[in-house]
């Protein structure tokens, strides 16, 4: 139903609830809390820990509008709690101005104090005086706009009764497992009136939403299976002198993945390997000896990236390792006419590889005899992008690999339609990068060392969450401000600005300036997080470290520690929790990818380890509800047994495809 059907939503209403991606009222009740306010948990501003989300009741002594910093508007108010004066301000914000007013208040945000400077930033806030409606277990919902909290919880207050909450999973399996009536859950997550009731609401949710996609995933199992249509010539002796070209010796776990290429090549049926292993356990040379196998064969191969910045580096790496060949690069960067040319070569047999990236999908894009295909960093290209490819050749071979280690018992859940082959090793040649947790009052002397570091002709990345301060969170550090922080700080030191709204040109070049050392340091976000390899960087510096998972923080440690010189990995605490410092100590002690991995399911839950990054684009819809990895594992049980007792078999097929239209929306950005 349309959400102006919700007594109180206006059309103009409607347009400012759009904004969050909400037109219907069935979108509405899925956009879950991101947090929930204890109303007998209000704080003292003097006891919050820096970074740290706080719940604070005090007063607005005076607003000030449209002062600015630099570029950014900004909305502040002068607040009074006792004794103690404190800020709140909010960035590109200036409805606050007319909401806000001299008076009693609850404000909910984020604390900053640096050197005793206390503010709040982009606080949500409601009248003290309307408070007595607000008890228990209040939800806070995302928001951007002028939407304010207040309308959402009632919205969804009167559009829950509206919906009707149908569970794909049988109706026997739901009484063999006690699982608590849908809607209830809806209602227990919206509107809880206990913690132990909101877990157990949003657990019952991500049972059936896992249900439903891993039910999707044993729908296309029946790719597995299709016969080989065509041969490939090579031999071991090839491929042996092939592994030769590389300047170091493979590892075991590199020699048993090739082996395993190989004999699915030379086998009766069509290969549909996902390849994983750990930072710089040799992914990507295993990958190359695969399109050797196809090239030789007289095929021929695509090598797919998940970003520009990838895709020019394994360019540069193809032409290197193939000399022989004929590599093309297809790039959103290329202008119209070099497109043209390129995908004309392409189709006349001309390439022999190509490496790109999304690009490659296109319709117009079409080789002479496809063979071969690697998807590098598996989450980015889901099932659909995998068939898409299969189908631009006669029975493509598909070869996908993991950047991220995937603890096996999800890997077999989420990717069971793939044969699955993991390199356990790294090579012996392969420094342990030191790692260091580190809090706000060392900032300074950190800095001092890096100076030092980049001094003695060393390069470092500084890597922060976002993009911008424009989002109304204001959790965490941006990479412009901090882009800004550091020109002041270390003025000596060439920086270069890296992140995902840039250019497609502007970011190669920006890469290619910091590879030939022409700027010392890169700022940047998570753009850099996989496969970017610059031997000379040894500095890692990641801010924020405590709003990330351990996998992508190892990710990210990944990029230095690559050439021969000692390497540093310095995480920066925003929240001085214990809960933040104790996580963080783990992978100051664990270099070891697939022990993190595990540890991060175990800490976090399957919501946060898989989030949008591992399973696809419905699992945003319900990133924020706090459930276990054991609701994950309870889904697959119970899909099992509805398949294997073909109990429902016609609605769970039919709810799987509808609802990723036809597996598109496992498709992973």
Not at 225 to 251: H, Q
Not at 317 to 339: D, H, M, N, Q, W
Not at 524 to 538: F, Q, R, Y
């Amino acid at each position: 139903m349309k959400l102006t059907q919700i007594s109180g939503i206006s059309e103009k209403r409607a347009k400012e609830f759009a904004r969050l991606g909400i037109t219907t009222t069935e979108e509405l009740v899925r956009y879950f809390p991101r947090n929930y306010l204890d109303m007998t948990n209000r704080v003292s501003i003097r006891e919050v820990y820096h970074n740290d989300m706080a719940l604070v009741a005090c007063t607005v002594v005076s607003v000030e509008e449209n002062y600015r910093s630099g570029k950014r508007k900004m909305v502040r108010a002068l607040l009074e709690q006792g004794a103690d004066n404190f800020t709140a301000v909010w960035f590109n914000q200036p409805w606050v101005a007319k909401k806000l007013a001299p008076g009693e208040y609850l404000f909910y945000g984020r604390v900053r104090n640096y050197y005793d400077r206390i503010s709040l930033v982009n606080p949500t806030f409601e009248r003290l005086a309307a408070q007595g409606k607000m008890k228990g277990l209040v939800p806070v919902y995302p928001l951007k706009g002028g939407v304010a909290q207040w309308l959402v919880r009632d919205a969804v207050r009167r559009a829950l009764p509206m919906e009707q909450f149908e569970s794909v999973i049988p109706a026997e399996l739901r009484q063999k497992y006690a699982l608590m009536p849908l809607a209830n859950a809806y209602f227990g997550v919206h509107m809880p009136n206990s913690s132990a009731e909101m877990q157990r609401s949003a657990e019952r949710i991500a049972i059936e939403e896992y249900f439903t996609l891993i039910s999707a995933f044993r729908l296309i199992k029946g790719d597995k299976g299709e016969a080989r249509l065509r041969d490939y010539a090579v031999t071991e002796r090839e491929v042996a002198n092939f592994e030769k070209r590389f300047p170091f010796i493979f590892t075991r776990g590199q020699q048993g993945a090739v082996r395993a290429i190989y004999d699915d090549l030379h086998g009766p049926y069509r290969m549909n390997r996902l390849l994983q292993g750990d930072v710089g356990s040799g992914k990507t040379a295993v990958a190359l000896t695969g399109i050797f196998m196809a090239v030789k064969s007289g095929y021929q191969a695509v090598y797919l990236s998940p970003t520009e910045v990838l895709a020019a580096q394994n360019f540069a790496l193809l032409k290197k390792i193939f000399p022989e060949c004929r590599v093309g690069y297809l790039s959103g960067a290329l202008t119209a006419k070099e497109k043209r040319e390129l995908k004309s070569e392409l189709e006349e047999g001309k390439i022999d590889i190509l490496c790109g990236t999304h690009a490659v999908l296109q319709g117009d894009v079409r080789f002479r005899d496809l063979a071969f295909c690697v998807c590098d960093e598996q989450h980015r290209f889901g099932v659909a992008q995998r068939n898409i490819l299969s189908e631009k050749g006669e029975e493509v071979d598909v070869l996908v690999m993991s950047a991220t280690p995937i603890p096996r018992t999800l890997s077999l859940i989420f990717y069971g339609d793939l044969d699955i082959t993991t390199i356990p090793d790294k090579p012996k040649d392969r420094q342990e990068i030191s790692t260091a947790v580190i809090p706000e009052r060392k900032y300074e002397d950190m800095l001092a060392w890096i100076r030092s570091e980049i001094g003695r002709g060393r390069q470092a990345y500084f890597v922060c969450p976002k993009i911008s301060d424009d989002d109304p969170e204001g959790e965490v550090t941006s990479v412009e401000e901090l882009f800004e922080r550091l020109r002041g700080s270390l003025p000596e030191v060439r920086l270069g600005l890296l992140h995902g709204r840039m250019k497609d040109r502007e970011k190669e070049e920006i890469m290619a300036r910091f590879k030939r050392g022409e700027d010392q340091a890169l700022v940047s976000t998570t753009v850099i997080e996989v496969g970017v390899d610059v031997p000379n960087a040894t500095v890692m510096v990641i801010y924020n470290a405590e709003r990330f998972g351990l996998s992508q923080l190892h990710q990210l440690r990944g990029r230095v520690g690559r050439g021969s010189e000692k390497s540093y990995c310095f995480l920066l605490l925003g929240s001085e929790s214990e809960t933040a410092i104790e996580r963080l100590n783990i992978l100051r002690t664990t270099s070891d990818g697939f022990k993190l991995a595990e540890k991060d399911l175990e800490m976090r839950g399957g919501g946060d380890f898989l989030g949008t990054r591992q399973s696809g684009k419905f699992l945003t819809e319900i990133k924020n509800l706090r459930y276990s990895a054991g609701s994950i594992f309870t889904a697959k049980k119970l899909v099992d047994e509805a398949f294997e007792r073909h109990l429902n078999a016609a609605e769970i097929r039919r709810a799987a495809m509808e609802k990723y239209e036809s597996l598109k929306d496992v498709v992973l950005n």
